[in-house]
T-cell receptor, first 115, second 116 residues
Framework: GQQLNQSPQSMFIQEGEDVSMNCTSS?????WLWYKQDPGEGPVLLIA?????ELTSNGRLTAQFGITRKDSFLNISASIPSDVGIYFC???????????????FGQGTILTVHP | DAGVTQSPTHLIKTRGQQVTLRCSPI?????VSWYQQVLGQGPQFIFQ???????GRGNFPDRFSARQFPNYSSELNVNALLLGDSALYLC???????????????FGDGTRLSIL
């Protein structure tokens, strides 16, 4: 199948440190999405990327769509305790309309931030 | 504005039973998708409905079925429950049309289904 390989599986960091995680695939995609999921809640969209090479920020979060269209990374700067959670990458195979209803997710990166 | 709402939040069933999960999308959203999230994994796509028609189906057995109503709410039905069906079932909605930037899915908090 069209799996996404997300790494690392888990991270334990100190408050204030920067974090980097990435997602790769053997196939080319048109859109990369990054979600965060807190315990007992559904995933929340953090950043959406639509073009190869695109670099987008959302506060302390920055994500990039790889030039090859087969990878993406998410950086979190100056981490704080509320950054704790599971981060998922997800892809949309085709752009436009109802295609966004069929997402494929990575396995997730569990982030723990020590105060 | 209300987000995606799902009911019930928790449910306990026994093997062989049937279950119906419900989802109300964000107002104005016409696309509803269902995902299964097993503990320790990412969500897996089950179904998508748009304008009351099925637009996609994931790799799930026929025991799983869904439908969308005229008000765009949706139900997911699972028959002959197995222990492996224990999971968090997530519903997500989106506009389903228009510019790409308006499309990404908004998720509800899910229904936690436990099979005994």
């Amino acid at each position: 199948g069209q799996q996404l390989n997300q790494s690392p599986q888990s991270m334990f960091i100190q408050e204030g440190e920067d974090v980097s995680m990435n997602c790769t695939s053997s196939s080319i995609f048109n859109t990369w999405l990054w979600y965060k999921q807190d315990p007992g809640e559904g995933p929340v969209l953090l950043i959406a990327l639509y073009k190869a090479g695109e670099l987008t920020s959302n506060g302390r979060l920055t994500a990039q769509f790889g030039i090859t269209r087969k990878d993406s990374f998410l950086n979190i700067s100056a981490s704080i305790p509320s950054d704790v959670g599971i981060y998922f990458c997800a892809r949309v195979l085709n752009a436009g309309g109802t295609s966004y209803g069929k997402l494929t997710f990575g396995q997730g990166t569990i982030l723990t931030v020590h105060p | 504005d209300a987000g995606v709402t799902q009911s019930p939040t928790h449910l306990i069933k026994t093997r062989g039973q049937q279950v119906t999960l419900r989802c109300s999308p964000i107002s104005g959203h016409k696309s509803v998708s269902w995902y299964q999230q097993v503990l320790g994994q990412g969500p897996q796509f089950i179904f998508q409905y748009y304008e009351k028609e099925e637009r996609g189906r994931g790799n799930f057995p026929d025991r799983f079925s869904a439908r969308q109503f005229p008000n765009y709410s949706s139900e997911l039905n699972v028959n002959a429950l197995l222990l492996g069906d224990s999971a968090l079932y997530l519903c997500a909605s989106s506009l389903g049309r228009g510019p790409d930037k308006d499309q990404p899915q908004h998720f509800g908090d899910g229904t936690r289904l436990s099979i005994l």
